[in-house]
């Protein structure tokens, strides 16, 4: 049976040691119970049987060491492979961390020169257009909605194709503002740049205001608006057929500003 234990307690794992030794701890106790000195039939027993019990007492020594040592280096093996286990995982994280970023700030490079080619584009198709000899339609007009004196102009290639739409003029500074300029860009067919500039009178604030907004568009989304000399970029602001100044298009004479200019008031 001790070489049972022995065998046992050189190839168990952890929680089979701890049962063998529980279990040798028990008989061993139920040995010493049996060869109580105080029993002169016992101390016979001993006599004869001396050698025996004091190679189970050294067996169960060894075993009780061995189970020890098994235990103790199962301990530092466990803990050197969870040590060695968050140490690679730490690495991965990291690597992994370090690739997010450099995709991340590949995209935003690309982005940024994909929308500084389209600007600089945008800023061909403005000179092409303000250098190219075009036909013009003025539409001059005034309303209740506190315009004085305005005028818009369409211009148009021989193609008849828009490229370009003003509109400026002179207001009440109430229900609108004192004097402003509006001029919109178009390349086939799309707006491509806006520019509105507005002043006057702040009766709220009692202080004199001025407004300047520049947007560029590539395919009808937002790629960049500067107001006020203040640059920000929309990604997710776009515009359709029923943005006024696709409508302005289509302008021919006064009824139809007045349909697409509606008061606020």
């Known amino acids: 049976m001790c070489l049972h234990i022995l065998s046992k307690l050189q190839n168990a794992?952890?929680?089979?040691?701890?049962?063998?030794?529980?279990?040798?701890?028990t008989h061993l106790g139920n040995v010493n119970n049996a060869l109580n000195p105080r029993s002169e039939r016992n101390k016979v027993f001993f006599k004869k049987h001396k050698k025996?019990?004091?190679t189970i007492s050294v067996i169960f020594l060894l075993g009780m060491g061995i189970g020890f040592l098994t235990l103790n280096e199962d301990g530092k093996m466990n803990?050197?492979?969870?040590?060695?286990?968050?140490?690679?995982?730490s690495i991965h994280r990291k690597e992994s961390e370090r690739i997010t970023n450099k995709i991340t700030e590949s995209k935003e490079?690309?982005?940024?020169?994909?929308?500084?080619?389209?600007?600089?584009?945008?800023?061909?198709?403005?000179?092409?257009?303000?250098s190219a000899t075009l036909n013009q339609r003025k539409i001059k007009y005034n309303d209740k909605c506190g315009v004085i004196d305005a005028t818009i102009t369409v211009y148009t290639n021989n193609?008849?194709?828009v490229r370009k739409i003003t509109d400026t003029g002179t207001g009440d500074d109430d229900k609108a503002p004192a004097k402003w300029t509006y001029q919109y860009y178009y390349e086939n067919?799309?707006?491509?740049?806006?520019?509105?500039?507005?002043?006057?009178?702040?009766?709220?604030?009692?202080?004199q205001y001025s407004y300047e907004t520049r947007e560029y568009f590539s395919s009808n989304k937002m790629i960049?608006?500067?107001k006020n000399g203040k640059i920000s970029i929309h990604q997710n602001s776009s515009i359709d057929?029923?943005?006024?100044?696709?409508?302005?298009?289509?302008?021919?004479?006064?009824?139809?500003?007045?349909?697409?200019?509606?008061c606020l008031n």
Request: charged fraction near 35%; avoid cysteine.
């Open 241 to 262: 057929l029923s943005d006024i100044r696709y409508k302005l298009k289509e302008v021919t004479n006064k009824s139809d500003i007045d349909r697409i200019y509606q």
């Open 52 to 54: 025996t019990l004091i």
């Open 159 to 161: 193609n008849g194709e």
């Open 189 to 207: 067919e799309e707006l491509v740049f806006s520019y509105e500039s507005s002043s006057g009178f702040d009766n709220e604030t009692e202080k």
């Open 79 to 89: 803990r050197s492979t969870t040590l060695e286990v968050k140490e690679q995982s």
């Open 109 to 130: 490079k690309d982005v940024t020169s994909s929308t500084e080619n389209q600007i600089e584009y945008i800023r061909k198709v403005f000179s092409d257009i303000n």
């Open 13 to 25: 794992n952890k929680s089979e040691v701890k049962s063998e030794l529980q279990n040798s701890q």
């Open 224 to 226: 960049r608006q500067i």
